[in-house]
């Protein structure tokens, strides 16, 4: 089956499909233009799937890369058969691929190459065959001091090693033990001897065992991580350990498909003790290694699927829009620093106030914030959201209930990557002048405006809403998270006149380079008055164009379509749709009773079928509308400040900050994130807490236990649960990834070091603000806003999740 075919098969669709996506993908096409301007081509095939074919794509090539090369391979060293060839171009992955390869993969001369140079094979093939035969006896035959055979001893230790070895390449054999022990086996893991106390992070797999098949992503990482910080000893047994003796189903398979079997003949022992010896010193260990490989792999996917979906969800938050916008990046010591950013994002004002301890100067910074809202026409107020947030929150509060007359909305805002974006050599080229600590207000009032216009100049990595992101596959996150960040901007679209360079680099067809080219054009120029002067940007070719344009907006320009996402090449239809009307193409724009009397069929051209002229009927009655939600902010209840403010049986809102595997993280402005686990988001069953609520959620919840200590909170989603429950005996109290130290990277302010600390997120940004580093160590610090589980059955499903307590990290900002 072709490759095409193979992909259309996994997908459910035709290969004709599929055979024009690639076409397009291999001529430089992106997903995002494919999937909205080829919509005939690939006959509707969707970006979610687009983006399955491009990967398969990539899988697949690379395995018949790989093909080409092991049959190469074989050819050269005349072992190449027809039988051989057809299993080798049968292999469907790469996993048996290389099983099929494995006795002829060129390597260092095994015990089993020496024994074959020593005239051993005929003897180790002789007792496989018949039984019958005394071993020693058999050996004896084959003693020649001279190739190295001292006695018989040394000729039947080199017939098992022969025999090992043809048990160990057997492609079908291996394959089959491969899935029983993934089916069957599972994952132990013991801690080291003395290090118990240093590694109490990772106190729930002191002693623990879990099937392959049932253990979730965020385990898996966060046992892997403890045997990497050598506090973990990690065992993968094939089956849970039998009652009886005798050898296991394992070897009992290897036997089978050898036809060895005990029937009292002299040679029957020897080759049971052969097969035993197989599979402990060579095949077990082979499978353990391909196992522990599929299990890494099957939980970076899972981490990966996770934090994309989180991205996406944070980036397509609702903007505030273009409204004079105040942004407080809160401090004690070094104060609040004060950025005023107008309804484009352009700084016009700067300050610092120290309304806070030490200072106390709380009036004073009163009348420079009145000041600054009345000299700029402020109409929000953006806080970010790190060590004194809700103290800046209290203040900006006053600010409000003193000064009615300016009409202030005050929002709590996430401040995570923002000391990554400030130390950036971006942020030095677009703030020039403008000390380090005041970018990041910039950056806080302006992911208020536009998350996704302000995210992007962020790597995404550093934004925090994944799992255990420090060990996954780089090139793998980065994959995924990129394509999410283009899916997003090309979703949205892009005004080219006002884009940072960032921005501009994510629409489809253009690179970095392409990206400041047309911010110097537009610099030296003026804005773009149509789409058509995007085409004299240096280095701006035809391809280019044709990917670029229909994402790209021009408002106020010369052409009103250019403010629409109706491509440039489908303007002569818009043109053909307003003769029809008998009017002009402007007059078409937004008129929705006259676009409804339209009939689409009408319109339909070789060039354009019926899903363009559908999408470009639909585009033109709201032309350049942001699919993103409407902007509206959570209320946080007035005097509950802290977590000592927090009560059982509270019902307060909140906002969703992460969501894990486990469950969601939500901020009620108490400096720590409340853990709402997934038994705790709904009347039923829910596998994917994303089913439920999504990043940026606003959510009505009840506190079911505070831990002040510890400084955990526990809520849930189901407001007639009674909080305060009763745990179960020896239930554990606490309800995450802490003492696994797999911290789901949630929290607030991500300690300002934005990503660099294992697990990222703690207590609400208490961290250095320059550069990440923690007291409290890699991955073993205190995650935000944990809970106690609420009742026994949490508690349980808690500690089958393995996410129970650890230690806090101490750790100050400012």
Same mark, same amino acid.
């Given at each position: ?5 193979r992909i259309a098969?996994?997908l ?75 299993r ?26 020496i024994?074959r ?9 002789? @007792? ?8 020693a ?10 190739k ?7 000729a ?7 025999? !090992?070895?043809?048990?160990a390449?057997?492609?079908d ?8 022990m ?11 001897e ?7 992070k990772?106190?729930?797999y002191?002693?623990f ?21 050598e506090? =973990?000893?990690l065992? @993968? ?17 290897i036997?089978r498909?050898f ?7 002299p040679?029957?022992?020897w080759?049971?003790d052969?097969v035993r010896w197989a599979w402990?010193?060579? /095949? ?9 490989t ?20 944070? @980036? ?31 700084v016009?004002?700067?300050?610092? /106030?120290?309304?806070?301890?030490p200072?106390n100067k709380w009036?004073?910074?009163l009348?420079?914030l009145?000041?600054?809202a ?7 107020i953006?806080?970010?959201n ?5 103290e ?6 006053? @600010?409000?209930s003193?000064?009615?007359?300016l009409?202030?909305?005050?929002v ?9 974006y ?13 000390d ?7 950056? /806080? ?18 934004i925090g809403?994944g ?12 994959r995924?998270?990129?394509?999410v ?8 679209g892009v005004?080219?006149n ?9 629409v ?8 400041e ?15 058509k %002067? ?5 280095r701006?070719?035809?391809k280019?164009?044709?990917q670029?344009a ?10 009103? =379509? ?5 491509h440039?090449?489908?303007y002569?239809?818009v043109r053909?749709?307003g003769?029809?009307a008998? %009017?002009e ?6 008129? !929705?009773?006259?676009?409804?009397? =339209?009939?689409?069929?009408?319109f339909?051209?070789e ?5 363009t ?11 350049g ?10 209320s ?8 000592g ?14 969501v ?5 993280f ?7 994130d ?11 069953f829910?596998?994917?807490?994303r ?16 831990? /002040?200590p ?8 189901? =407001?007639?649960d ?13 309800c ?9 990277p ?7 070091g ?22 409290g160590?890699q ?17 349980d499903?808690?500690?089958?999740? %393995?996410?129970? %307590? ?9």
């Amino acid at each position: 089956m072709s490759i095409e075919g193979r992909i259309a098969e996994e997908l459910g669709v035709r290969e004709r499909q599929v055979k024009a996506a690639v076409e397009l993908l291999d001529g430089g096409s992106t997903v995002p233009f494919i999937a909205r301007y080829r919509k005939e081509a690939t006959e509707m095939l969707d970006d979610a799937q687009l983006r399955t074919l491009e990967e398969r794509l990539r899988y697949l090539r690379e395995l018949e890369d790989r093909r080409a090369a092991i049959l190469d391979s074989v050819r050269e060293q005349g072992k190449l058969d027809a039988g051989l060839e057809a299993r080798i171009n049968a292999a469907d992955t790469k996993a048996r691929l290389e099983d099929i390869y494995l006795p002829f993969k060129p390597k260092r001369r095994t015990k089993a190459q020496i024994a074959r140079e020593a005239g051993l094979e005929p003897l180790a093939e002789g @007792l496989l065959a018949d039984p019958s035969a005394e071993p020693a006896a058999a050996a004896a035959a084959f003693v020649d001091a001279g190739k190295g055979v001292a006695d018989a001893a040394a000729a039947l230790e080199g017939a098992r090693a022969i025999l !090992t070895e043809k048990f160990a390449e057997d492609a079908d054999l291996i394959g089959d033990l491969r899935e029983r022990m993934w089916g069957r086996g599972r994952l132990v893991a013991k801690v080291r001897e003395g290090k118990e106390e240093a590694g109490a992070k990772f106190a729930d797999y002191f002693d623990f065992a879990e099937p392959f098949t049932a253990l979730p992503s965020h385990r898996v990482l966060a046992m892997l991580r403890g045997e990497k910080e050598e506090v =973990l000893s990690l065992e @993968l047994e094939p089956e849970e350990p039998s009652q009886t003796p005798g050898p296991s189903t394992y070897e009992g398979l290897i036997a089978r498909r050898f036809g060895i079997a005990d029937r009292s003949r002299p040679g029957d022992k020897w080759l049971a003790d052969t097969v035993r010896w197989a599979w402990r010193t060579k /095949i077990q260990v082979h499978l353990g290694i391909d196992l522990r490989t599929r299990l890494r792999a099957a939980a970076e996917d899972e981490a990966v699927r996770v934090f994309a979906a989180n991205l996406r969800d944070l @980036l397509l938050a609702a903007p505030a829009g273009t409204r004079a916008t105040l942004g407080l990046d809160p401090g004690f010591r070094t104060g609040v620093k004060v950025a005023v950013v107008d309804a484009t994002g352009k700084v016009v004002a700067t300050e610092v /106030i120290h309304p806070h301890v030490p200072a106390n100067k709380w009036d004073q910074s009163l009348a420079t914030l009145a000041r600054l809202a009345k000299e700029h026409a402020v109409e929000l107020i953006a806080i970010g959201n790190g060590t004194a947030s809700r103290e800046t929150d209290k203040l900006a509060g006053d @600010l409000i209930s003193r000064h009615p007359e300016l009409g202030l909305t005050k929002v709590m805002v996430s401040e995570a990557g923002a000391s990554v974006y400030s130390a950036s050599a971006f942020a030095s080229q677009e703030l020039p002048g403008m000390d380090v600590s005041l970018r990041g207000a910039v950056s /806080i009032a302006r992911r208020l405006q536009d998350p996704l216009a302000e995210l992007v100049k962020i790597d995404p990595k550093s934004i925090g809403v994944g799992q255990y992101q420090h060990d996954l596959s780089e090139v793998k996150l980065s994959r995924s998270l990129d394509a999410v960040v283009e899916d997003c901007v090309n979703g949205v679209g892009v005004d080219v006149n006002t884009a940072s360079a960032p921005l501009l680099s994510r629409v489809s067809g253009i690179s970095g380079t392409l990206a400041e080219n047309i911010v110097a054009h537009r610099d030296a120029n003026g804005p773009f008055r149509s789409r058509k %002067g995007l085409k004299d940007v240096a280095r701006l070719g035809p391809k280019a164009y044709e990917q670029c344009a229909g994402f790209l907006r021009i408002r106020g320009g010369d052409d009103p =379509l250019d403010a629409s996402a109706v491509h440039p090449e489908a303007y002569p239809v818009v043109r053909a749709m307003g003769k029809k009307a008998g %009017g002009e193409v402007a007059a078409l724009i937004g008129n !929705t009773s006259v676009l409804r009397s =339209l009939r689409p069929d009408e319109f339909v051209t070789e060039a354009f079928g019926l899903p363009t002229v559908t999408d470009i009927l639909r585009e033109l009655e709201k032309p350049g509308r942001d699919p993103r939600p409407a902007f509206r902010t959570a209320s946080f209840k007035e005097g509950v400040e802290k977590i000592g403010d927090l009560a059982p049986g509270m019902v307060l809102e909140g906002v969703v900050t992460n969501v894990a595997a486990f469950g969601a993280f939500i901020d009620i402005g108490v400096h720590q994130d409340g853990l709402a686990h997934v038994s705790a988001l709904s009347n039923t069953f829910v596998k994917d807490p994303r089913d439920v609520v999504k990043p940026g959620d606003i959510v009505k919840v009840k506190v079911m236990d505070v831990d /002040i200590p510890r400084k955990r909170i526990s809520l849930t989603l189901r =407001l007639e649960d009674g909080a305060g429950a009763e745990r179960a005996p020896g239930a554990p109290r606490q309800c995450d990834e802490r003492r696994s130290g797999g911290r789901p990277p949630q929290q607030r302010g991500q300690g300002r070091g934005d990503g660099q600390g294992q697990g990222q997120g703690q207590s609400r940004g208490q961290g250095q603000r320059g550069g990440g580093q923690r007291q409290g160590g890699q991955g073993g610090g205190q995650r935000a806003g944990a809970p106690a589980p609420a009742n026994s059955a949490m508690a349980d499903a808690l500690r089958r999740a %393995g996410l129970t %307590g650890g230690g806090q990290e101490d750790r100050r900002k400012r």
